[in-house]
Each structure stands twice: as C-alpha cells, then as structure tokens.
C-alpha cells in the first residue's frame, strides 16, 4: 500500500485557491470528515464546524463578506501527521473596515487529507480602509 502525503507544495497550492477565491481547488485536500476551528467565536477554540460542505459555505461566506480577501506571505512545513501554514491575512467589508493581521493554521492530516485546521490569528482591530 502506497502512502499519500500531503507536501508544503500541496498547502502552498490550497492558500493560492483561497486567493484565487476557487472553493473546489481549497477542499481539494479536505477530507470528508473535517473539522475547522474559526478564529473568532464564543467558544475557547472559536466556532467549531465540521464536515466538507459545511466548512465549503463557512469559506465562501467569508469572501462574501471580503470580496478582496487574501492570505499573503503565506509559508508551509509538514511534519509527519502534522502541518502549519503561516501568513498575513487582509479584507475589507462591506462597510469598509478592514483587517490586517497575520496568523497560522495547525493543520491534522491523516491519509493525505486535512482533517483539522485550527485557524488563529492576531487580534488586531479592524480599521477604516
């Protein structure tokens, strides 16, 4: 049996999708059954949402709500059934105030698929763009 593995390669490729705002090319490496931490929510580790689909809407809901959101200087490493994906992340919403902060994702991966990401992020206030 052949082992799958998910490289920086493959993490560098799945922010350039978020960029591109291209949900089938970002769930590309999600398996069926993850989990996505938000970075904001009531709960200690964010907003807990699980499955594909779910996780699907909870990103485009996102660029719905930042038409110009992007992942900038974003950085990858893999090591064994872990990963972490660095960058600075910028958008601005409909009313005009925008977030520039830079964070991480800690990624879970199990036969080659995403199946955790935990998204933290520095909290730094929106501004007036």
């Not at 900038?72 to 960058?87: K, L, P």
């Not at 958008?91 to 994702?105: F, I, L, V």
């Amino acid at each position: 049996m052949t082992e799958t593995r998910l490289t920086p390669a493959d993490l560098a490729a799945t922010f350039d999708a978020f960029n591109r705002h291209d949900i089938d090319a970002v769930m590309a490496h999600f398996a069926d059954d993850c989990v996505f931490y938000t970075v904001a929510g009531a709960e200690a580790h964010g907003t807990k949402i699980e499955g594909r689909e779910a996780i699907a809407r909870a990103f485009e809901a996102v660029w719905q709500a930042m038409p110009d959101a992007h992942w900038a200087h974003h950085s990858h490493f893999v090591a064994g059934d872990r990963a972490v994906s660095e960058w600075t992340f910028s958008g601005t919403d409909k009313d005009g105030m925008r977030t520039e902060a830079e964070g991480a994702d800690l990624f879970t991966i199990r036969d080659g698929k995403l199946v955790v990401k935990q998204a933290l992020r520095k909290n730094r206030p929106p501004f007036k763009a």
